[in-house]
């Protein structure tokens, strides 16, 4: 098999220019089934025992693109991402299709970046092959674990052998791969995981996504939990367990980009990357979100979460839209603030300023930095590793901090 290429892209996406806004322009596809529904998942996601009509599915998305365009047009897209639910259990003739859409609908980025999710136990190499020649250029696999029983605890379908298989296969057949891992299950020492992660990175990935078990409402694990049947590493056992994670990962060579997401240098994940430097992006499928600037105003939108009612809605209005909510400068203020504190790169002052026409308060940053929690930037501020402990807080008090910039024409 030839080299992956990072530039394997379908060939109308071939001559776009770099994008305007630095942030990117992304397009987020969510295929909301799943073969089974884990236990600790909160993710809209659904079961379909009986199959789907993935033609009719097809069908929406497309008309769906097409009100995105409109919506926002003269876009260029600099990443797409297949996220669920368990897009590998698409067709690569669907991929195909949404991504051929994208390509006539926008101008693409030279070099896009192109991410499917896929669970281990859907992985073939044939099926991966058909994704490759779609135009997909990335790859994230859900292997969540790499002990057979905790991946039957997590209610996981694959196998600790099916993952090492599914990881193989993604590189040979992918310029980028990506797994993720979650840790601080039910039961773990800080020796079993540092071992755990230990081999994780002996793989070699170049992103590695590492997520603390958390308990999601209206899930099965948080009703076991309230029955006190279920318990997970919290306190300074959590705390130790985030603590070695971030000194194994930075040895390795996987820094934390964001607080729970680690790539060599140049691996960042391009399209979250635009989620936390607040770019524009659309939400494409049942239960998808968006951000999109049109008629001067930075919208929130949110489409239906039910699938068969997505499809019904998109069916009759060509959208399947059902929340489309004007933010107010003080509403994206708060939420570049939250996004940008995410990462290490930390929050740019000047797209603050830009975007929403606020500033913080210099008193209020001088106070935290005096706590060790934040520390300036040469673009603006960050958190701490200190800070991140408790990001929440630094958060809550930054807002409060928030102060209309004199003569800020922003509204």
Request: aromatic share 6%; net charge negative.
């Amino acid at each position: 098999m030839p080299a992956p290429s990072a530039s394997s892209l379908p060939r109308a996406w071939a001559t776009a220019r770099p994008a305007d806004d630095p942030a990117g322009f992304g397009v987020y596809v969510h295929w909301p089934f799943c073969a089974s529904k884990c236990p600790y998942c909160d993710f809209n996601s659904h079961v379909r025992a009986g199959g789907i009509d993935e033609a009719r599915f097809l069908r929406a998305y497309l008309a769906e693109l097409e009100h995105w365009a409109r919506l926002a047009p003269g876009r260029r897209v600099t990443s797409v991402f297949f996220g669920g639910g368990t897009p590998s259990l698409m067709s690569a003739v669907t991929v195909g299709a949404i991504l051929d859409a994208v390509g006539r609908l926008w101008s693409v980025e030279e070099g896009a970046e192109v991410t499917l999710e896929a669970n281990p136990s859907s992985v073939e190499a044939a099926r991966f092959r058909g994704y490759r020649a779609a135009g997909v250029n990335r790859v994230s696999l859900g292997v969540q674990s790499l002990h057979d029983q905790d991946l039957r605890a997590l209610g996981r379908l694959h196998t600790v052998r099916e993952a090492l298989t599914a990881i193989d296969i993604a590189r040979a057949t992918f310029a980028r791969v990506s797994f993720d891992m979650i840790y601080a299950r039910p039961g773990q020492s800080i020796e079993a995981w540092r071992a755990e992660l230990e081999q994780a990175l002996s793989l070699a990935p170049d992103h590695l996504s590492l997520y603390q078990l958390t308990i999601e409402p209206q899930t099965p694990f948080a009703a076991l939990h309230a029955q006190g049947k279920l318990r997970v590493p919290e306190g300074e056992l959590a705390q130790a367990l985030y603590d070695l994670t971030q000194e194994m990962t930075g040895s390795a060579g996987l820094p934390a980009y964001e607080i729970s997401n680690h790539a060599s240098p140049g691996e960042e994940s391009r399209h979250n990357l635009t989620y936390w430097r607040y770019g524009e992006y659309a939400g494409i499928g049942a239960g998808a979100h968006g951000r999109v600037v049109a008629g001067n105003r930075r919208l929130a939108t949110a489409t239906e979460r039910q699938p068969e009612r997505w499809v019904a809605l998109v069916e009759e209005n060509g959208h399947g839209i059902v929340e489309s909510t004007p933010l107010t400068v003080a509403e994206q203020a708060d939420e570049v603030l939250l996004m940008g504190l995410r990462l290490s790169e930390g929050l740019d002052l000047g797209r603050l300023a830009r975007i929403s026409g606020m500033r913080l308060q210099t008193h209020a940053v001088d106070r935290l930095a005096g706590l060790g929690l934040v520390e300036r930037t040469g673009r603006g501020v960050r958190a701490t590793p200190q800070g991140r402990i408790v990001l929440n807080e630094v958060v809550v008090r930054l807002a409060s901090a928030l102060e209309p910039i004199p003569g800020c024409g922003v509204s």
